[in-house]
């Protein structure tokens, strides 16, 4: 339907439908826990794809006209600089004793950052706004824009435009052990050793690193923990080599202190 009026859902049931639009088409059941902690070992919760709700071509069609709705359209105010976000508004007349308001409105804005590789599917919606307006592009949009920009922070999600160099993980093994990166010209990527263990994946050296290039990582790995103190990290638990499988949480000691360099396969 063009227009959603007689329609209802409610804000869980439209970010999963935006999300499947982010996954390529796939809708999967959402889950309110990630993982569970048992024993010091933290299990996931399975990802469980429901069913497939179009086909990738229709998703990455809809993923461009959502662009547009955030680069030139009624959410420009959900722009963040660094990142691509796709996007739509709502505005809907509430239902006030069998009628449409002509006063009170939902505003909404649901979205998905990057829009090319997500991350996020973040919606916000807003009863009876009165401040600056009633639209979800005024009134929605902009607390959109604010919650992502803290979450991409925390989570250390890269920019999408005009990104940094790429973080290369170098595994710490005998067939890689003497390798070096070639020199390609412009920024010189971060390299970091990553050890294995009988085949199975390790938690990553990180000392040397800043904040934000050890969260991209761990993001990467699907964990969770905490940081102390500010600058590169100078100390880590658990220690660099550990089996992932062991490894329910971190915790990583930041200082204010030069970096260490780093080559493929070791640290120096």
Do not use: C
Not at 60 to 78: H, N, P, W, Y
């Amino acid at each position: 339907m063009a227009m959603g009026y007689q329609v209802g859902v409610t804000p869980l049931q439209m970010a999963a439908a935006v999300s499947s639009v982010a996954n390529g088409g796939r809708l999967i059941e959402p889950r309110v826990v990630r993982a569970v902690i048992r024993d010091g070992q933290r299990v996931p919760v399975p990802r469980k794809v429901v069913r497939r709700a179009i086909n990738e071509g229709v998703a990455a069609e809809l993923t461009t006209i959502m662009e547009q709705v955030v680069e030139r359209g009624t959410a420009t105010a959900a722009q963040i600089p660094e990142y691509t976000i796709a996007g739509k508004t709502g505005t809907a007349a509430r239902l006030v004793n069998g009628n449409y308001s002509t006063t009170d409105y939902n505003a909404s804005f649901v979205g998905f950052v990057p829009s090319r590789k997500p991350v996020f599917t973040i919606i916000v919606v807003i009863d009876s706004p009165h401040a600056k307006g009633h639209t979800g592009g005024v009134a929605s949009a902009p607390v959109f824009r604010r919650i992502a920009q803290a979450a991409m922070r925390q989570y250390g999600v890269p920019p999408s435009i005009n990104p940094a160099p790429p973080l290369v993980i170098a595994r710490n093994d005998a067939e890689n052990a003497h390798e070096q990166p070639t020199s390609t010209g412009g920024s010189t990527p971060n390299i970091v050793a990553l050890g294995t263990s009988q085949g199975s994946r390790v938690f990553p050296d990180l000392r040397g690193l800043g904040a934000r290039d050890a969260l991209r990582e761990l993001t990467r790995l699907g964990m969770t923990g905490r940081l102390n103190g500010t600058g590169i990290v100078t100390r880590q638990r658990p220690e660099p080599g550990t089996p992932i499988d062991r490894v329910a949480t971190y915790t990583l000691w930041l200082e204010r202190q030069p970096p260490l360099t780093r080559v493929a396969g070791a640290a120096r």
